[in-house]
């Protein structure tokens, strides 16, 4: 039996949680919180631990506010994005329930920096009122500063890494084994760019961070465009200590939030695909997998689970002569015309090892389909749609939900079901 939710409490609560609760019935229980959002988790956390991450979402936020009332003030920066050759893009708000949304904030603020600040400096010279020219000059000014333009640069790269590896979570069909390859190396490249030195002795840096500091060097004076930007003495050495930490935090977070890797890592030899096409190699291969695999599900604890789920001596003798089978004939099967010939030839011939199939491709690595569910429903009944019945919202949820591409729909098939269920006046 397997469970995935996201981390509230209610839910995944230690105690009393609704997994804690099954799990005191079923040892054998897999609880996923869902891959998305603790990838989400372990950003924020670190985010909040570095107080200079504090100070960049305040700017971010009030930048987003000196333009969210304001369609004037939007026709003005789209103006300097065109004259700048710049994309036309918006400022975009920071939303704490959407995953990871200050990436696509960050990069926007990037990419758009000269134009938001040609914009800040032409409105505060049309404002007549004090007050609100002097909230602009203070935002303008703090801008205007170099060590802060730079952590942006870094966010857009850091972020930019965790976005994509929430992005490869956030699909329909996860493979467990891409899982811990995708995390780790994700983190790989964090330690590569941020905690690991070059020969020179400085930090490795990514792509976006290093372009900026060769545009724009931290010494004096310093331009973006027309803009000056102001220095402190340790303003680089002050930017790496930030980095440093930012990064070291990030890897501390994702690790703390994937501790049971180890066991995704082992699922992964029951992927033929996965396996090595050399012979000799495949003798031993997934062995020391299968006995992680064992010790989760061959465990027998609670006297209403005296026989455990697979069979600890058993299987290892079914692994060895499954390999070789698999090896034989369906080397070269994809997993959905494998695993019909293989239970309906070989289910009393290896039965622990079906057990195990049987389980692992049945776990919900994340609740992404349940929040994509939950955004089509926010679309379809709206509030000028509030009547419809739950009949038909599950209906157009399906087929809101459904991949089937148009030009793949059959169209003639539809209209004979259609035409059957009553007589039609067509």
């Known amino acids: 039996m397997s469970f995935a939710s996201d981390g509230a409490s209610v839910m995944m609560g230690e105690n009393n949680g609704v997994a804690a609760r099954i799990a005191k019935n079923n040892p054998y229980l897999f609880i996923t919180h869902c891959i998305a ?51 036309e893009i918006k ?9 990871l949304s200050s990436f696509e904030a960050v990069k926007n603020l990037c990419i758009t920096l000269e134009p938001l600040l040609d914009t800040l400096v032409s409105t505060a010279a049309e404002i007549t009122n004090t007050q609100k020219r002097d909230l602009i000059t203070a935002l303008y000014d703090e801008l205007c500063n170099w060590k802060l333009l730079a952590f942006f640069h870094f966010l857009y790269d850091i972020l930019g890494y965790i976005a994509k590896l929430s992005k490869i979570f956030q699909e329909k069909y996860i493979r467990f084994s891409d899982i811990d390859a995708t995390i780790n190396a994700t983190i790989q490249k964090i330690q590569y760019e941020y905690l690991e030195q070059n020969d020179e002795g400085n930090l490795n840096l990514g792509f976006n961070l ?72 495949l003798i031993k291969f997934g062995d020391t997998e299968l006995e992680e695999l ?7 604890y609670l006297p209403n689970y005296s026989i455990p789920i697979i069979d600890s001596e058993n299987i290892r003798n079914e692994w060895y002569l499954f390999k070789e089978i698999v090896y034989r004939n369906y080397q070269n099967f994809n997993i959905e015309e494998f695993f019909p010939h293989l239970f309906e030839n070989y289910s009393t011939t290896y039965p622990n090892i079906m057990k195990l199939i049987e389980i692992i491709y049945s776990i919900p690595f994340s609740s992404v389909e349940c929040e994509r569910g939950f955004s089509k429903q926010n679309i379809i009944k709206t509030d000028h749609r509030n009547r419809l019945s739950n009949n038909t919202l599950h209906l157009l949820l399906l087929v809101s939900l459904d991949d089937i591409q148009i030009e793949d729909f059959d169209f003639n098939q539809a209209l004979a079901i259609w035409l059957k269920m009553r007589n039609r006046r067509v």
């Open 91 to 99: 400022i975009r708000k920071i939303f704490d329930i959407r995953w």
């Open 294 to 300: 064992i010790r989760f599900y061959g465990k027998s």
């Open 37 to 87: 959002h603790r990838l989400s988790l372990a950003s924020e956390n670190a985010y909040r631990q570095v107080d200079f991450c504090k100070k960049a979402e305040q700017i971010m936020k009030r930048c987003y506010k000196f333009f969210s009332k304001s369609s004037k003030r939007i026709d003005t920066l789209h103006g300097y994005q065109e004259f700048l050759n710049k994309p």
């Open 210 to 281: 290093k372009q900026f500091i060769q545009q724009i060097p931290p010494s004096s004076p310093s331009f973006m465009g027309t803009h000056y930007l102001t220095l402190t003495e340790n303003c680089e050495s002050e930017l790496m200590a930030d980095i440093f930490r930012f990064a070291s935090l990030v890897i501390l977070e994702i690790q703390k939030k994937f501790p049971d890797r180890p066991l995704l890592n082992a699922m992964q030899i029951l992927n033929p695909k996965e396996w090595p096409k050399n012979k000799e190699k």
